[in-house]
Structure formats: C-alpha cells, structure tokens
C-alpha cells in the first residue's frame, strides 16, 4: 500500500522551485556596480600616469647646472654666467610647459573615460613612453642650441613633440570611437570639440620638425604657440564647465 506521508513529502520536492543563487545587487544597482569597478580601473592608470609625468616633469630640472666658483673667473659675476645659460633655461620652461599642458590635457580625456581594456593600456603605455622621452631631446637643445647641431637637435625635440601628438590622438580617438570607453553621458559637443582641437597637434609639430631645418627659432616658437594653444583651450572648457 502507498503511505500518504511519503506521497506528500515526494509531491512537495517535486513541485519545490529550484533555488537559484541569490544575487547580491538589484537591478538598479548592477549598473551602479559595474559603473564603480571601471572607474576604479580608470583611477588606477590615472594614478600610474601622474606619477610618470611627475618624474618626467621633474626630470628636467637636472640639466640645469649651478655655476662652481671656478667657472666665475674672469667672466664678470654670476649674473653674466647665469645669463649665458638661457639655452637651458629656455629648453626647460618650454618642455616644462609642454608636459604639464599634457598632464592637464591627460586629466581631462580621464574626466569622461569611465572603462578601459587592454589596447587601451598600452595606447596610454605608448604616450607614456614619449613623455618620459622629453628630458633628452630638452637636454639636447640645451646642449646644442648656440651650435652648427642647433637644427638637429631642434628635429629631435619637435619630432618628439610631433610623435607625442600622434599618439595623444590615437589614445583619445580609440576611446572615444563610438563611445567605446567613454561615460554614456559624456557630452557629444564637447567630445567633438576635443577631437577638433586635437588635430592641430601632429599638424603643428611636424610643422616645427620641418622648420628646424629652415629655422630654429621658428621651430621652437611653434612649440611653444602649441602649448599655450592648449592651455587656453584647456582652460576655457575649464570656464564652461563651472
């Protein structure tokens, strides 16, 4: 004969839902989930970034040279000697602006990327690697500037520069292309007007790289016309924003 308590114990198991491993976010906050762990990934290759840009910033103060005792004989005080090295102080302010220009300019792109991916870290690798270049060519201006080698170590530095630029476009168009990386709600304007301005960079400089072989001064003032560009376009999404 059939028990009655076995049926009914074997009907209720049958008839039980599976359990399903519970999920620990709601469906509101699964997208707030994952929102959280892409800019923690972003906020480390900011923090990595900063701290290269800061060594290389730093770097160029070193070819700065204080005058000894001995290099003040017979040639008048300091103040002679320290002017005679304006090659070095010019190749210092120049790249010093140029690189803080970037790292603002770095800081920006970062405002509106919200996910990264493994092309996208060595793209940011890539320009790192250029900005830790820039103390050797700045040094080689220095060095050279008053020289015969003035317009090659002049194409040096501008090709760097020009070189940085390429890969500044690449990085920001990679992820900016169909929002790939970017923050959904990134403005569509102002994502185009960095695309826009962005342009001007790898333009210029290979500009700059051609004239040092016609003019070094007019090389180095491109130079320097690009990093106020910059900062001024920088400074004046800055304004917009507030």
């Given at each position: 004969?059939?028990n009655?308590g076995?049926?009914a114990?074997h009907?209720?198991?049958?008839?039980?839902?599976m359990s399903r491993?519970q999920?620990?976010?709601s469906?509101?906050?699964?997208p707030?989930?994952?929102e959280?762990?892409?800019?923690k990934?972003?906020g480390?290759?900011?923090?990595?970034s900063?701290?290269?840009?800061a060594?290389a910033?730093t770097?160029?103060?070193?070819?700065?040279k204080?005058?000894?005792?001995s290099?003040l004989?017979?040639?008048?005080?300091?103040?002679?000697v320290?002017?005679?090295?304006?090659p070095?102080f010019t190749a210092?302010?120049?790249s010093?602006?140029t690189?803080?220009?970037?790292w603002?300019?770095?800081?920006?792109l970062?405002?509106?990327?919200?996910?990264?991916?493994?092309?996208f870290?060595?793209?940011?690798?890539l320009?790192?690697?250029?900005?830790t270049?820039?103390p050797?060519?700045?040094?080689?201006v220095?060095?050279?500037?008053?020289?015969?080698?003035a317009?090659?170590?002049?194409?040096?530095?501008?090709?760097?520069?020009?070189?940085t630029?390429?890969v500044f476009?690449?990085?920001?168009r990679?992820?900016?292309?169909?929002?790939?990386?970017?923050?959904?709600?990134a403005d569509?304007?102002?994502?185009r007007a960095?695309?826009?301005d962005?342009r001007?960079g790898?333009?210029?400089y290979?500009?700059?790289?051609l004239f040092?072989?016609?003019?070094?001064?007019?090389?180095?003032?491109?130079?320097?016309?690009?990093a106020?560009?910059?900062?001024?376009?920088?400074?004046?999404?800055?304004t917009?924003e507030?």
């Amino acid at each position: 004969s059939t028990n009655p308590g076995a049926a009914a114990f074997h009907q209720d198991v049958v008839c039980a839902p599976m359990s399903r491993p519970q999920d620990p976010f709601s469906s509101e906050e699964r997208p707030q989930a994952a929102e959280t762990a892409g800019e923690k990934e972003t906020g480390r290759i900011e923090a990595f970034s900063d701290g290269v840009f800061a060594i290389a910033i730093t770097l160029l103060v070193l070819d700065l040279k204080v005058p000894r005792s001995s290099d003040l004989a017979g040639s008048g005080g300091l103040v002679p000697v320290l002017l005679r090295q304006w090659p070095m102080f010019t190749a210092y302010l120049t790249s010093f602006a140029t690189i803080l220009v970037m790292w603002v300019n770095h800081h920006k792109l970062f405002t509106l990327i919200r996910r990264t991916n493994g092309a996208f870290l060595f793209l940011n690798g890539l320009l790192l690697l250029f900005v830790t270049f820039v103390p050797f060519p700045t040094a080689l201006v220095s060095e050279h500037l008053r020289g015969p080698e003035a317009p090659t170590a002049t194409a040096v530095y501008a090709a760097t520069y020009f070189g940085t630029a390429v890969v500044f476009n690449v990085l920001w168009r990679y992820a900016s292309g169909g929002m790939r990386l970017l923050d959904p709600r990134a403005d569509p304007g102002k994502v185009r007007a960095i695309t826009r301005d962005y342009r001007f960079g790898p333009v210029f400089y290979f500009a700059a790289f051609l004239f040092s072989f016609v003019s070094v001064a007019a090389s180095l003032a491109i130079c320097v016309g690009l990093a106020i560009f910059f900062a001024v376009t920088g400074s004046l999404e800055r304004t917009q924003e507030l």
